[in-house]
């Protein structure tokens, strides 16, 4: 079942945040945008790929992957076929059918400007 990387990020801190003490912690030390900052520099994306290997993504998944690579993983648009064809031989991920989706002008036409530059 596919789901959002924050909302993988989200289910695993509130899993953790199971008691006041812990709860506490995280909060002094940044809350959940901490956690996730030190969860990506920690473990990356691979136990969220593990999560929706095998997945058959529709288009606005696929762009939340890839928005996903270039929001938290600092890479850049043209990238993203090349991503996603690792995705689709290392994790069994189907993208759907859609004309130049791994093409680089296709991802740089929707993420080409400065809010993810």
């Known amino acids: 079942m596919f789901v959002?990387?924050?909302?993988?990020?989200?289910a695993l801190y509130d899993e953790r945040c199971s008691n006041?003490?812990?709860?506490?912690?995280?909060?002094?030390?940044g809350?959940?945008?901490a956690?996730?900052?030190?969860?990506?520099?920690?473990?990356?994306?691979?136990?969220?790929?593990?999560?929706?290997?095998?997945?058959?993504l529709t288009a606005i998944q696929t762009y939340h992957v890839a928005?996903?690579?270039?929001?938290?993983?600092?890479?850049?648009?043209?990238d993203i076929p090349a991503i996603?064809?690792?995705?689709?031989?290392?994790?069994?991920?189907?993208?759907?059918a859609v004309y130049g989706i791994l093409a680089k002008e296709y991802w740089l036409a929707r993420f080409d400007s400065p809010i993810y530059e």
Do not use: W
Not at 4 to 10: A, C, D, H, R, S
Not at 20 to 29: C, E, P, S, W
Not at 67 to 78: D, E, N, S, W
Not at 84 to 96: M, T
């Open 84 to 96: 996603l064809g690792s995705l689709i031989r290392q994790y069994e991920i189907d993208v759907p």
């Open 31 to 33: 809350g959940f945008k």
């Open 67 to 78: 928005k996903m690579f270039i929001v938290y993983g600092k890479r850049p648009a043209a």
């Open 4 to 10: 959002t990387f924050n909302t993988f990020i989200k």
């Open 35 to 56: 956690f996730k900052r030190n969860y990506i520099k920690c473990y990356g994306f691979s136990e969220y790929l593990a999560h929706i290997r095998g997945t058959k």
């Open 20 to 29: 006041t003490i812990v709860i506490a912690i995280y909060r002094a030390d």
